[in-house]
């Protein structure tokens, strides 16, 4: 594979980042892409950056409690960094003290912070304005938009933020939210103040680590003599897009790159070029219309119901039966918490938990297990309704109707009696799962509207919204960023204002190609104080650049706000909903031109961690055809359901990969791509760089 194709795949997910060779049917390198990271307590630089954390706390791997041992830090949160493997880590610092609150003993994670390139609220690799806070934060939490509490819900599975993020360890969960106590807290806090603060640009830094820590690890292979062909979200928008060539000619130094739309690609993973992808992952889901090899941006929906969200309700499941068992059985749990326990707290000294947000992760990492092998969630038959969705028919006043009261189905009461699924926990307690709550878990992507499951769909979709709606009132209220650069490039911006793309979006990409250039032209001559300003700049730029991409249509157009309710219109980066994911399909397909609705229809394509699911717990890593295909089998009949009440004609089909290739299913797509022959015609070489700027890369990869 890599001695034939000699060109590297690269996909950074929210969960995971796949990184392999073209012509290979597995990445070589599959790593978290949320990460710990320890920052040198002067320049607050990132200097260490541990890609396991969950095992057990990082300052318990220095006895020392200083970082001064550690030759290969760097000081330029540019360069590469330190990186720390196996157990979590390498040499952390644990007695230097940043303003956090810091556990004594074994569960001592010292300074250390989670950070992840992807921005919760858009599911891009983006950081947004923030603004300084009038009282002191802890250093943890306030130096990155997707930190701490954006973290607790991405390292482990997807779409809404962590439940018990900020909980006390002593206490279970028993609500589920999108984003943690700890983002509303800060939210509440900057919002008091109009100070903005520097924009680092540090999710771009994480970004490019990620890169070289693939490269140079399972890899074995070196940037600049491998070409990468990057695999992007299809809603992209071309300033993030012109950033991460920048990023990948200028500070990785590849010699070729060509970026591929993710939702495309996962259509080639299947020998299609025309299909309706839908991707189950970390963040959400996104349903996206792909006719022809092109992406149809008008279709795409998203929705921030994922693998996170159902991992935080297999969660409350597992809290819950684990405190009724400790109730019924005290003398045999010794354990003073009522919550399940991950497993480093198992094996620490009186079962001391770690400070969040660790703790949370690794309870969350714990839960993924369990749905991993099917103990925790599971996809039942089509009519399955939950009891908490089940509708009650209202009269004319509103009232419920008694004789009309809704009764579980056949299906339902065919699972309530059937066995219950045993799971042993990590502390050695067994459990019994019954059937229903594992598919109760997963009726949150089915369950039609007016039960539990749509109402907490549309919780997680308004925070959501509130969430984009910050982001972009932080951006506007500050502006960009000129200082001097303004006038240089009034040239180029009023150039491109006149083409037919929207103007006030161009001269903004104008000035960042402007700046791109000086960049490239002077970098070896600037003083590191003159970089980091020039880094200000640019991201102030991009800042402003990306802004109406993020904004509701009719804001872009400058329409009336009676037209559409600012709430449910929808953005260039995709209209959120809280559809189930049936609906969304249908939703998406009906977006698309007439004659193209068939087609989409018959190639829905089915991906993501959390397409992953069956029907029945296995133990065992070998799972029958039929069991594997639930979830693509309960989306089709679905989906009938929905397009046969008025087009009975129409065929829908769902197609999708194995179970062990669905949650890499869009890096397998761009393995095939890179391995085609005619390839090499495609790529955007350094000399095009160097010629056109990053601009080149909307015209060849559309």
């Not at 990785?252 to 991707?279: E, M, N, Q």
């Not at 009650?392 to 059937?418: L, R, T, W």
């Not at 709550?437 to 925070?463: H, I, Q, T, Y």
């Not at 394509?605 to 799972?623: D, E, K, N, R, Y």
Request: aromatic share 6%; proline share 5%.
């Amino acid at each position: 594979g890599g001695d034939d194709f000699p060109c590297v795949v690269a996909d950074v997910g929210s969960y995971a980042t796949k990184m392999g060779f073209a012509g290979e049917s597995y990445p070589r390198s599959y790593f978290r892409t949320t990460t710990a990271i320890h920052r040198n307590t002067t320049s607050n630089d990132i200097v260490k950056r541990s890609y396991d954390f969950f095992t057990r706390p990082l300052g318990s791997l220095d006895g020392s409690g200083n970082d001064s041992g550690n030759a290969s830090t760097t000081t330029n949160a540019n360069d590469n960094v330190a990186t720390a493997e196996g157990g979590g880590g390498g040499s952390a610092s644990g007695g230097v003290g940043v303003g956090v609150g810091v556990s004594s003993g074994f569960c001592d994670d010292g300074n250390w912070e989670v950070c992840n390139p992807i921005d919760q609220s858009t599911g891009l690799i983006y950081e947004g304005r923030k603004f300084s806070s009038s009282s002191a934060s802890s250093s943890s939490s306030s130096h990155n938009s997707n930190n701490v509490s954006n973290d607790t819900s991405s390292a482990a599975g997807g779409g809404g933020g962590a439940a018990a993020a900020n909980a006390s360890p002593s206490k279970s969960t028993s609500s589920t939210t999108i984003s943690s106590p700890q983002h509303e807290a800060a939210a509440t806090s900057s919002s008091s103040s109009s100070s903005p603060t520097t924009p680092t640009g540090e999710c771009y830094i994480h970004f490019l680590n990620h890169l070289r820590h693939g490269y140079n690890t399972a890899l074995s292979s070196t940037p600049s003599n491998t070409p990468l062909l990057l695999i992007e979200r299809s809603y992209n928008p071309p300033p993030i897009r012109q950033k991460l060539l920048e990023i990948v000619f200028e500070e990785l130094g590849v010699p070729a790159t060509f970026f591929a739309r993710d939702a495309v690609c996962a259509c080639y993973a299947v020998g299609r070029s025309t299909g309706t992808v839908v991707d189950i992952g970390h963040h959400g889901t996104v349903v996206t219309p792909v006719y022809e090899g092109y992406v149809e941006t008008k279709g795409i929906f998203r929705s921030p119901v994922g693998t996170g969200m159902v991992d935080e309700l297999i969660l409350q499941n597992l809290d819950g039966l684990y405190k009724t068992k400790r109730s019924r059985s005290r003398n045999k749990l010794n354990s003073k918490y009522e919550y399940v326990m991950p497993l480093y707290q198992t094996r620490s000294q009186r079962n001391m938990p770690r400070r969040e947000p660790f703790h949370t992760l690794a309870r969350l990492d714990m839960v993924r297990q369990c749905r991993e092998d099917g103990s925790g969630a599971g996809v039942a038959s089509f009519g399955y309704v939950s009891l908490h969705d089940l509708v009650p028919e209202v009269d004319e006043n509103g009232d419920e109707v008694e004789e009309d009261k809704p009764e579980p189905s056949d299906i339902y009461q065919q699972y309530a009696i059937a066995p219950k699924t045993p799971y042993k926990l990590p502390d050695g307690t067994m459990v019994d799962i019954p059937q229903v709550k594992r598919f109760d878990v997963s009726e949150l992507m089915f369950a039609k509207a007016g039960g539990r499951s749509a109402a907490l769909r549309e919780e997680a979709v308004r925070k959501k919204r509130d969430q984009l709606a910050s982001i972009i009132g932080k951006s506007t209220s500050a502006g960009g960023g000129d200082d001097g650069e303004e006038s240089s490039t009034n040239a180029s911006a009023n150039a491109n204002a006149n083409s037919n793309t929207n103007v006030n979006i161009n001269p903004m990409i104008a000035q960042m190609e402007e700046m791109t250039k000086r960049k490239r032209g002077g970098s070896s001559r600037n003083s590191p104080s003159k970089k980091q300003q020039t880094a200000y700049i640019s991201n102030e730029k991009l800042i402003a650049a990306c802004t109406p991409y993020l904004q509701p249509q009719q804001q872009q157009q400058q329409q009336s706000s009676q037209s559409t309710p600012a709430s449910t219109a929808s953005c260039m980066i995709g209209e959120l909903s809280a559809s189930s994911i049936p609906a969304m399909i249908c939703d998406s397909v009906f977006r698309c031109d007439r004659d193209q609705q068939a087609q989409l229809l018959a190639n829905a394509i089915l991906c993501g961690g959390g397409a992953c699911l069956s029907t029945s717990a296995s133990s065992s890593s070998s799972v029958d055809y039929k069991d594997g295909n639930a979830m693509p089998e309960r989306i089709r009949e679905e989906v009938e359901a929905i397009v046969h009440a008025h087009t009975p004609n129409w065929r829908v089909k769902v197609l999708s990969p194995g179970l062990s290739e669905r949650a890499v299913c869009s890096w397998l797509g761009g393995s095939i791509l890179g391995s085609l022959g005619s390839f090499h015609e495609m790529w955007i070489t350094k000399a095009e760089y160097e010629e056109h700027g990053t601009s080149i890369v909307n015209r060849k990869c559309p």
